[in-house]
């Protein structure tokens, strides 16, 4: 049996009821706790070892004891694969995942999923249990609410190095419902060929591909020994993508950094051209016509096309 100390430490101070009398703990015993207020109610049947504001991984921990045999789900389940990593918002709902068989009532924070690949999905031996990473990452890019979100869930996965294409295409695949399968597909095949980001993406699909470029060459070693990839290359015409995706405004050192990184496009012979969220998702047909332009006038002989938005316009 595991004394109320030794739960709460690898529990982040969270406990269920049920532990607390599978470890000896009298009903009695645990109504006095709760009015000495060394523990505080939190949701039926689960209790935390204060009574301040609960930080995300004491409420991750609440909601998958409040549903017994749960899993984190979707976000809430990334969020716990990265850690203090994250970049995701933690002050939504904790989304949680049970098994199909079961009905669990949805409490405030917690939005319960049931789903049938639970028992082969969810890794319960974790702290708190979550749902496999790669089943996380297909379910909020299925849940995104346009293709630059389902992009971003995606590539934000791969570039972090925390799986591949592959997998996830895999993970798709063993699926018979996918909201958005075919745009994710499609997302993964681009990833698997070398495209890192949103901004690579878009860049690829809405400027190049859309109006008919030569292919760029996808995170590009640097020619000059430093340990550096261009976001794209054309080799043939000395011509060097760098795309920026920061939204906010750029500080000394990040502006340092592409200084430097032009810098050394122009020591290895190339035009460094740096590009944006607004060339790209905003203008990109007016993007592709300078880009047409400028990769003609290095000697490219080809010419591009006009893409359905270009019509529109």
């Known amino acids: 049996m595991r004394d109320l100390q030794e739960l709460l430490r690898d529990q982040a101070g969270a406990v269920a009821r049920r532990q607390l009398l599978s470890a000896g703990h009298t009903p009695a015993a645990v109504r006095r706790l709760l009015r000495r207020r060394e523990l ?17 991984l004491q409420r991750a ?9 749960a899993a984190l789900y979707g976000r809430s389940a990334l969020i716990a694969w990265e850690g203090t990593a994250t970049r995701l918002d933690t002050s939504g709902p904790i989304h949680i995942a049970v098994d199909q068989a079961r009905h669990v009532h949805a409490q405030p924070d917690i939005v319960v999923h ?17 749902i496999r990473y790669d089943e996380a990452v297909v379910d909020v890019a299925a849940l995104g609410s346009d293709e630059l979100e389902v992009v971003a869930s995606l590539s934000g996965a791969v570039g972090a190095r925390r799986t ?6 895999a993970a798709v695949e063993r699926r018979s419902r996918v909201k958005h399968r075919g745009f994710i597909l499609e997302v993964l095949q681009d990833l698997d060929q070398g495209t890192h980001s949103v901004l690579e993406h ?24 430093r340990r550096i990839y261009r976001d794209g290359l054309y080799p043939d015409y000395g011509v060097a993508i760098e795309l920026d995706g920061r939204l906010d405004h750029a500080g000394a050192t990040a502006r340092d950094h592409d200084l430097e990184r032009d810098l050394d496009a122009a020591v290895d012979g190339l035009l460094s051209v740096r590009l944006g969220w607004g060339q790209i998702f905003r203008r990109p047909c007016l993007t592709a016509q300078r880009m047409s332009g400028l990769l003609r006038a290095r000697g490219w002989t080809g010419a591009m096309s006009r893409c359905p938005r270009c019509l529109l316009q």
């Open 114 to 130: 049931r789903v049938s690949e639970f028992e082969a999905w969810a890794q319960t031996n974790l702290g708190p249990p979550r």
């Open 40 to 56: 505080t109610l939190v949701h039926p049947g689960v209790y935390l070892d204060h009574t301040g504001r609960p930080s995300w």
């Open 61 to 69: 921990w609440a909601a998958v004891l409040y549903a017994d045999r």
């Open 202 to 225: 878009g860049y690829l699909t809405l400027v190049e591909r859309a109006h008919s470029l030569p292919t760029a060459v996808r995170q590009a070693a640097a020619l000059s020994g």
């Open 164 to 169: 591949t294409p592959g997998r996830l295409r």
